[in-house]
């Protein structure tokens, strides 16, 4: 059974558990967090393992987690006390971990192992939600900081033979991320933005989606909703492992003025 390659939004900071009592989140956050609960349940069957690749990772060269029993990283600031106490004790796969370095590496992109750094907000947030009980192992990939679309895209599709060996890829992101640009004021913008983004990501044709995405930045208010394209990579990955199968828009809702999208490859 060959997974998909998801992009899924990861929300702002600990937004699905900002209550101690772990009551529901802030109801504007229910939703993404609806969808988030019901990822894993509507794969076709259950994955062995998780790739996730976070927009809150980059490095020179891409870096590969291979480590086990990582902490986490709590690398948002400002929120309450209790948020820089969560857990989530997923495995790790340094199994995983290598044959993906093994698929890159052949595909021309040297890349490195390390074993000691946690898992970001963009892992342990979404997944916390996606896999409650955290029986899932899960493998983290960097991005690499030059932030080259193209080289995303490729990433994603050197990638792919994961799917056919039960790992489900991830990226983890957001399909728009102006911090500075919230409120009803810019909903006509994000809302322009995330029409074109919906419409280039999902165009039948893999080639020319590929494309379209891998051009951004041509696409209205581009760098108004990215005025740095870290949380847009792991769509380009996502895609780039799903590239030759249909693309959907399986989520879309509306979060501090802005419309955001989630998406389904292969």
Not at 39 to 68: F, K, N, Q
Not at 108 to 114: H, Q, W
Not at 152 to 161: F, K, N, S, Y
């Amino acid at each position: 059974m060959t997974l998909p390659a998801l992009f899924v939004p990861h929300g702002g900071g600990p937004c699905f558990f900002m209550d101690p009592a772990g009551g529901p989140p802030d109801p504007m956050w229910r939703p993404m967090q609806t969808y988030l609960a019901g990822l894993i349940d509507s794969l076709p069957e259950r994955p062995r393992a998780i790739l996730l690749v976070s927009g809150h990772w980059e490095e020179r060269d891409l870096t590969v987690h291979a480590g086990d029993g990582q902490p986490l990283l709590f690398d948002y600031y400002g929120f309450p006390e209790h948020t820089y106490r969560l857990r989530w004790d997923a495995p790790g796969a340094p199994d995983v971990a290598l044959r993906a370095k093994a698929l890159l590496d052949a595909a021309g992109f040297p890349t490195g192992v390390e074993r000691e750094r946690g898992w970001d907000h963009g892992v342990f947030i979404p997944m916390k939600v996606a896999v409650p009980d955290a029986d899932i192992p899960l493998v983290q990939l960097s991005l690499r900081a030059d932030l080259d679309p193209a080289a995303h895209v490729a990433i994603g599709r050197a990638l792919a033979p994961l799917r056919d060996e039960g790992v489900l890829i991830v990226g983890s992101g957001m399909s728009f991320h102006n911090l500075r640009a919230r409120g009803p004021q810019v909903t006509p913008y994000a809302d322009a933005w995330d029409d074109a983004l919906v419409a280039a990501a999902t165009d039948a044709d893999p080639a020319r989606r590929q494309a379209r995405i891998i051009a951004w930045r041509a696409l209205p208010y581009a760098e108004f909703a990215h005025p740095r394209e870290e949380h847009l990579l792991p769509l380009m990955v996502a895609l780039g492992a799903g590239a030759e199968g249909p693309a959907v828009c399986d989520y879309r809702d509306n979060v501090l003025g802005w419309a955001v999208s989630g998406f389904r490859f292969g």
